[in-house]
């Protein structure tokens, strides 16, 4: 049964950091592309941090540009999502999802691109 699980989130006050962990069980990770996505209560999902299968490449939104990095470990069939200098709009549960390994840069962090979805973990920046 393929299944992705993330963990590592939490409350944290801005300017905190958080590490976000997406493993995979079931399926080897590193034929995959994996995207980051988040949900606001009220919002969309939106592609945030992406990352092709082989780690060659990554995509990240405006938004979190310069403050969010993503990276795969493919031996511990895991993907991260290292979250720097958060704000109260970053609040949402976060969700990492698997895609085709032959995704390219164009449709990574599209919604539609991504087959396989964990079930989310909030993420709340509050003082």
């Known amino acids: 049964q393929l299944q992705l699980v993330e963990s590592g989130g939490g409350l944290v006050q801005p300017g905190g950091s958080l590490r976000l962990s997406c493993a995979a069980s079931?399926?080897?990770?590193?034929?995959?592309?994996i995207g980051w996505f988040r949900q606001a209560p009220g919002k969309e999902r939106e592609g945030i941090s992406c990352?092709?299968?082989?780690?060659?490449?990554?995509k990240y939104a405006d938004s979190v540009k310069g403050r969010f990095t993503i990276s795969r470990d493919n031996a511990k069939n895991t993907v991260y999502l290292q979250m720097n200098s958060l704000k109260p709009e970053d609040t949402a549960v976060y969700y990492c999802?698997?895609?085709?390994?032959?995704?390219?840069?164009?449709?990574?962090?599209?919604?539609?691109?991504?087959?396989?979805w964990g079930q989310g973990t909030q993420v709340t920046v509050s003082s």
């Open positions: 990352i092709t299968s082989s780690g060659g490449s990554t």
């Open positions: 999802a698997a895609g085709p390994r032959w995704l390219t840069v164009q449709r990574m962090c599209v919604t539609g691109s991504y087959d396989y």
């Open positions: 079931g399926f080897t990770l590193d034929y995959y592309a």
